[in-house]
């Protein structure tokens, strides 16, 4: 294969269907990390979001005949949002602070180290906004943290959130206004912080 | 209920997040638009959340901990092996907590068969001997006379000794103590100087008596100043819990003071005869020694891991 020339997820979903177990795992290579990413957000734990990450590629495969098509992507995430319900259920929550930030810690790459004064200071508000906003999120209560999450981060229409949840569109828009409320009001706790991320955007 | 909800005032912020995620009707945005443009706090609570959800979605993923590839093993046995179960950090704590412990058990077994074949001069010599080696006035030029002595003997073939109690003056003195026999475990370990530093030293093995710390003491000795040079153990040593260990180690120096040099330069470990064979004394040692080692090694290994 060229490289440059990834299969798409639409072949890969076929040849995974017929029992193609690597071209399953090259969707997983290519998914793990927004598929682990929405289980820690919605979780707080690490162990539990390795739990339910795992599990939802297995449920995925297990599931792969039913899937019709569409967005590969989606699908799978509509799975580990359950699965991560599910292993909320299961498991109790604690130690969530300090996990997320073992979690999203290392998330900062290498290559962001600073060389300079100025540098370091963006950096580090950068850094400080994130962890801020995380923790944020993770105040949320379940049902509003994994309504925001989806639209707001994974992209998701208020209607597949609905359906995905089980709950009414209505119940989904006053979840995800009372979600942001609350994130827009601990960003206005720290206007530097709000002002150093939007000048990084701009 | 129903009609007072529909005619109570609604909140235009209320509409904010639909407005900006396009869910309003075409009509409902129209009228939301207006309230905007009529509404300065309105459009900028709107500027303000749409900030929020920029910021929200700019939020970076981290990389995955580790590979989720599925295995035919897994396929097959349609379980996953718990994240709980993969090795982990936390797994390793444990393995060397439960290490530790062995080695905790194992040290203070061979400190206590060491104590068994020293005892001899605890219970069959008595202490007597203790007793007028440690009022002897040989005993204190004895240790006095620096490395290479007869005195130094004990502590010299304890220094040879592969064990890591052999680091400890302590446990190279032949009567050691079976009440500080945990402790000197844990003070042979940590501490690097050599028994002859306690030789060369007026008062040099009351302070391996100390528990755990006894180890930081041993270097204050080599230096000496900290040491009087009174010859009176009880008082010169800088460590009050000295008197565990006094008696039998000044049995030691006795020995050797007397002219026996090899008896005391037995190591530790060595099997060195015990003429009274095992008496109630030895026992009580022994059955205090085990106990007191395997209070640490079930501490260590039920305690929460380091850094869990």
């Not at chain 1, 289980?39 to 005949?65: M, V």
């Not at chain 1, 300079?116 to 209560?141: C, N, T, W, Y």
């Not at chain 1, 208020?158 to 942001?180: C, D, F, P, W």
């Not at chain 2, 002897?136 to 290479?148: H, I, L, M, N, Q």
Request: charged share 20%.
């Amino acid at each position: 294969m060229e490289p440059g020339l990834e299969p798409s997820d639409e072949r890969l979903v076929l040849f995974a269907k017929d029992g193609n177990l690597d071209a399953f795992n090259s969707l997983v290579d290519r998914y793990q990390a927004a598929v682990y990413n929405l289980c820690a957000r919605l979780l707080g734990n690490r162990e539990a979001a390795e739990d339910a990450a795992q599990e939802a590629f297995l449920s995925a495969y297990h599931a792969l005949s039913r899937f019709e098509g569409g967005s590969f992507r989606s699908w799978l995430l509509r799975i580990a949002a359950n699965e991560s319900k599910d292993e909320l259920r299961r498991r109790k929550r604690k130690d969530a602070v300090s996990s997320l930030e073992e979690i999203f810690d290392r998330s900062e790459s290498p290559v962001e180290v600073p060389d300079h004064r100025e540098g370091a200071d963006i950096l580090f508000e950068r850094k400080e906004f994130r962890e801020m906003l995380e923790s944020a999120v993770q105040q949320l209560p379940f049902e509003q943290r994994q309504a925001v999450l989806l639209v707001d981060l994974y992209e998701f229409q208020y209607e597949e959130v609905a359906q995905m949840t089980g709950a009414s569109l209505g119940t989904i828009k006053s979840r995800i206004h009372r979600g942001r409320e609350r994130l827009r009001k601990v960003l206005l706790a720290r206007p530097e912080l709000l002002a150093g991320w939007r000048r990084l955007e701009e | 209920m129903a009609l007072l909800t529909r005619f109570r005032k609604r909140d235009p912020r209320e509409d904010a997040s639909a407005y900006i995620d396009g869910q309003l009707g075409a009509a409902e945005c129209a009228r939301f638009e207006a309230g905007m443009a009529k509404d300065a706090a309105l459009a900028r609570y709107v500027q303000e959340l749409r900030g929020t959800r920029q910021a929200i979605a700019a939020l970076p993923d981290a990389p995955a901990p580790r590979s989720f590839r599925l295995t035919q093993a897994m396929l097959q046995g349609q379980r996953v092996p718990s994240a709980a179960a993969a090795p982990r950090p936390l797994f390793a704590l444990r393995v060397a907590q439960v290490a530790a412990a062995v080695g905790i058990v194992g040290l203070a077994i061979a400190v206590v068969a060491d104590m068994t074949g020293g005892s001899s001069t605890t219970t069959s010599n008595t202490l007597t001997a203790a007793q007028d080696s440690a009022s002897s006035p040989v005993r204190e030029s004895a240790k006095a006379t620096g490395p290479g002595t007869g005195a130094n003997a004990p502590a010299a073939a304890g220094a040879t000794t592969a064990s890591g109690a052999a680091t400890s003056p302590a446990v190279a003195a032949p009567g050691y103590s079976a009440t500080n026999g945990a402790q000197a475990a844990g003070a042979a370990t940590a501490s690097p100087t050599p028994t002859p530093t306690a030789a060369t030293s007026p008062t040099p093995r009351a302070p391996a008596t100390g528990p755990g710390p006894a180890a930081t003491p041993v270097p204050p000795n080599t230096g000496g100043p900290t040491a009087a040079p009174t010859g009176n153990t009880s008082s010169a040593a800088p460590q009050p819990p000295a008197t565990g260990a006094e008696s039998p180690q000044t049995t030691a120096d006795a020995a050797g003071s007397i002219g026996e040099p090899a008896a005391p330069a037995r190591a530790p470990g060595s099997a060195v005869q015990d003429d009274s064979g095992p008496g109630a004394a030895r026992v009580a040692e022994i059955v205090f020694a085990g106990v007191a080692a395997a209070a640490v090694a079930a501490w260590l290994v039920l305690r929460k891991p380091w850094g869990a």
